[in-house]
């Protein structure tokens, strides 16, 4: 007599969970690797304001009757960079002026959905995501997004640990840090705004802040931090979906949840190894 197979191997005939798959394992490699080095440049919060930013270009997209994905990219790339010059020219300090903008953003958002009822019972997948409706045509964008953003790293990898690690060094050197500051900013803007149908408005800065943090307490050196901020993102991305459809709840709660139990892992890691040197 043959064993029936287990639950989650019968979820894998599935052609949803498999794009489920796909879609955890690429926004989860996508955003632990950007993560890694927006936690070295302070920069989570602001990936936090991009993607409460970016239901407001979703609303505007339904608004126009044009597709959401189409407006939400030059949104989020042009909301990115008017914040950035913001920041930089701005007397406030930068985590209360992200949360202005962020705040205001999110609620006229919320305000034009309810307004336009055709998009009111989808609300809940917005803030929270639905990555078993993400299509071949979402993976795609995010694979060609993820082997740009390695060859951009790989190429600029120089200037992205000097302008991480010691700005001040990366000017001496000759680095254009203001340039490597926006580029990077563009670049992060992408990947939110593509990963935000998978992960939803109110979890994206989870995907980014919180494997990067779990690679920098086991991590020795900048060159291993990287890769291990992506592992830790594709891998709690998968087993995440993988739960969510065995218990049948939330994909998105539930890869955040798998993170958190990622992160608490690597603080016993920690816990339990001499003080690091640093990266130096």
């Known amino acids: 007599m043959t064993l029936p197979p287990p639950e989650w191997l019968e979820l894998l005939r599935f052609p949803f969970m498999q794009r489920a798959l796909v879609a955890g394992l690429l926004s989860g490699s996508l955003g632990g690797l950007l993560g890694s080095v927006a936690v070295l440049r302070q920069l989570s919060f602001f990936s936090d304001a991009l993607g409460h930013s970016a239901l407001l270009g979703i609303s505007l997209g339904v608004l126009l ?58 609300l809940e997948q917005l803030l929270f995501g639905d990555i078993l409706a993400v299509s071949w045509g979402d993976l795609l964008l995010q694979a060609l997004l993820l082997a740009g953003v390695l060859t951009y790293l790989l190429l600029t990898r120089r200037s992205q640990i000097l302008v991480s690690l010691d700005r001040g ?55 291993t931090y990287l890769p291990l901020a992506s592992g830790i993102g594709a891998s709690c991305g998968l087993i995440g979906l993988l739960s969510s459809g065995v218990f049948n709840l939330p994909s998105g709660p539930c890869v955040v949840i798998v993170q958190l139990l990622a992160f608490l892992a690597a603080l016993l890691v920690r816990a339990s190894r001499p003080p690091l040197r640093g990266w130096g």
Do not use: H, M
């Not at 992200?98 to 305000?111: D, E, F, G, P, R």
């Open 65 to 122: 009757g044009v597709e959401p994905t189409l407006v939400l990219i030059p949104f989020a790339v042009l909301f990115a960079l008017a914040v950035s010059q913001l920041v930089e020219r701005s007397q406030l300090p930068s985590d209360a002026l992200l949360n202005i903008v962020y705040s205001s953003s999110l609620a006229i958002a919320v305000v034009l959905l309810r307004l336009l009822s055709s998009r009111a019972g989808s």
């Open 169 to 223: 060094l990366a000017v001496s050197q000759g680095v254009a840090v203001g340039w490597q500051r926006l580029l990077f900013v563009v670049v992060l803007a992408v990947v939110v705004a593509l990963s935000i149908k998978a992960v939803g408005v109110l979890l994206i800065s989870a995907f980014v802040v919180i494997p990067a943090c779990s690679a920098r307490l086991i991590s020795g050196s900048f060159a």
